[in-house]
Nanobody, 119 residues
Framework: QVQLVESGGGLVQAGGSLRLSCAASGSIFSISAMGWYRQAPGKQREWVADINSGGSTNYAYSVRGRFTISRDNAKNTVYLQMNSLKLEDAAVYYC?????????????WGQGTQVTVSS
């Protein structure tokens, strides 16, 4: 069984910072790309950032320059450092990882962590 668990969400004032973590556990052979998505009430889930196994990153325009994605391969963990948070950043944040469990690479999702931004 493979599980992704997010942590680090919470309440923060606009302009503040949070760091999200997502740790993968279970019978993992390897992990390729990892990323973050978010979904606000009444809206579709949107891609935020991703990072491949070599460390190359991509960001949505809305978070570029404010958020930083990173990973620790030894810990099977991906992070999202969120700075200069805005009201529109409030959402449930989900991590995703493309994981090989011995047969093929499959996408796995975490259960989400709530980020609330207040004025």
């Amino acid at each position: 069984q493979v599980q992704l668990v997010e942590s680090g969400g919470g309440l923060v004032q606009a302009g503040g910072s949070l760091r999200l973590s997502c740790a993968a556990s279970g019978s993992i052979f390897s992990i390729s790309a990892m990323g973050w998505y978010r979904q606000a009430p009444g809206k579709q889930r949107e891609w935020v950032a991703d990072i491949n196994s070599g460390g190359s990153t991509n960001y949505a325009y809305s978070v570029r320059g404010r958020f930083t994605i990173s990973r620790d391969n030894a810990k099977n963990t991906v992070y999202l450092q969120m700075n200069s948070l805005k009201l529109e950043d409030a959402a449930v944040y989900y991590c995703k990882a493309n994981i090989n469990v011995g047969l093929a690479y499959l996408d796995y999702w975490g259960q989400g962590t709530q980020v609330t931004v207040s004025s």
